[in-house]
């Protein structure tokens, strides 16, 4: 293959995207952060929304760039993507992205780069799946360079119909150790994390080990850390009074961020979420005992989801803000790779957008009914 001769290696800035840069900029020693395509190679990371805007910006690119792409979306739509970049990291990129620019850049096989796919003579490639990594192997954050939160869990052995996250990094939780997360906490004033179940951590995402949770929090700076908060958050069925006990005395906040996605039994069971209405009241009235204030995801026009549905979800939204909780509500998005990929959204009953909108106005309520 020929050998790309430039050193100028450059990651595209978004704002939503600063995770993976952060945990991806130090394993390639000289690598930048642009606002615009440059010269050279050009690593972009992107989800769906916002996909079209990007594959745009590279198609009407006037510079002299190989492209990159990983994130949930390109790993999803491998094929989309090659229409616009040269190279696809599918999945995990932090042994991948390295060696696909060493090779590059040195030549090689590119084919022999497992996990990534590319085009040869109008056929896609696909190089083959590579293994798990450990997460203490690779860094959270490069503290000369970036401060980010840090993400102490991959993996989720749930099956919802709606997330990428399993397809994205497989069904198996993995942790970073306690040693690794407490080296890279020194670093930051509010301690935050990425998670897709902070109340799981240190377990098998099913069983709850609260045991592990507090040898974590008792090892991080006291009152600087914010566990179960955005960008993490927690599955109803583990809230418990323990590790609610164990986030009042540790951690400094005074919130809690649970994703229930629906007051309905019926989409909860349709959509594999794994957990019932029930457990969404009894978690939320476990938050406000012990003084938190419970904010609660919803779903609302999940495929299949009738007029019925919603009013039951609306039912719930109506106990939760009576009760102090607060809510965080979206409008269903079919993300490529997930069983519902395909699947249009179901239509808003005009009822509950109008009741969504009232609580909206008076704060109760945020995400897709207000600007909050």
């Known amino acids: 293959m020929e050998i790309i001769k430039t050193n100028s290696i450059n990651f595209r800035y978004f704002k939503k995207n600063m995770q993976s840069i952060a945990v991806l900029l130090p394993l390639l020693p ?10 050279g ?23 002299n760039s190989i492209f990159i792409a990983g994130g949930p979306h390109p790993s999803a739509r491998p094929e989309e993507t090659l229409q616009y970049f040269d190279y696809v990291v599918v999945g995990e990129g932090e042994e991948t992205l390295p060696e696909l620019i060493h090779v590059l850049q040195n030549g090689g096989d590119i084919s022999s780069v497992k996990g990534i796919a590319f085009n040869k003579n109008d056929m896609i490639v696909f190089t083959g799946k590579r293994d798990d990594i ?53 670093f930051l004033v509010d301690v ?11 377990s098998d995402g099913r069983h709850p080990r609260p045991e592990k949770v507090e040898a974590l929090l008792k090892a991080l700076p006291y009152k600087r850390a914010f566990f ?33 996605q629906s007051g309905s039994q019926r989409m909860l069971d349709m959509i594999n979420r794994g957990h019932t209405v029930e457990d969404i009241i009894s978690g939320a009235e476990k938050c406000l005992r012990h003084g938190f204030t419970p904010v609660v995801d919803f779903i ?19 106990w ?40 909206a106005l008076h704060g109760k309520v945020t995400g897709i009914w207000s600007k909050a």
């Open 30 to 39: 000289g690598a930048d952060i642009s606002k615009e395509p440059r010269d």
């Open 300 to 318: 609302f026009g999940i495929p299949h989801e009738t007029e019925d549905d919603q009013h039951e979800t609306l039912k719930l939204i109506k």
């Open 320 to 359: 939760l803000t009576g009760k102090g909780a607060k809510v965080h509500s979206h409008y269903f998005m079919p993300l490529p790779g997930t069983p519902l990929a395909n699947l249009a959204p179901a239509p808003l009953s005009r009822q509950v957008e109008k009741v969504m909108g009232e609580l």
């Open 192 to 202: 935050r994390f990425t998670s897709p179940n902070a109340f799981a951590y240190g």
């Open 228 to 260: 179960g908060t955005f960008p993490s958050e927690v599955r109803p069925e583990f809230i418990s009074d323990r590790l609610l006990e164990l986030v009042s005395e540790y951690c400094a906040n005074t919130t809690l961020n649970m994703g229930g």
């Open 134 to 186: 450990d997460l203490d192997r690779y860094p959270a954050f490069d503290p000369d360079i970036m401060y980010s939160t840090i993400e102490i869990t991959r993996g989720c052995p749930f099956n919802c119909s709606y997330c990428s996250t399993p397809q994205l990094f497989g069904h198996r939780m993995r942790h970073r150790s306690i040693d690794a997360i407490t080296r890279y906490a020194q």
């Open 41 to 63: 190679i050009m690593i972009y990371s992107l989800s769906s929304p916002q996909a079209q805007s990007i594959f745009r910006e590279v198609k009407h690119s006037k510079t």
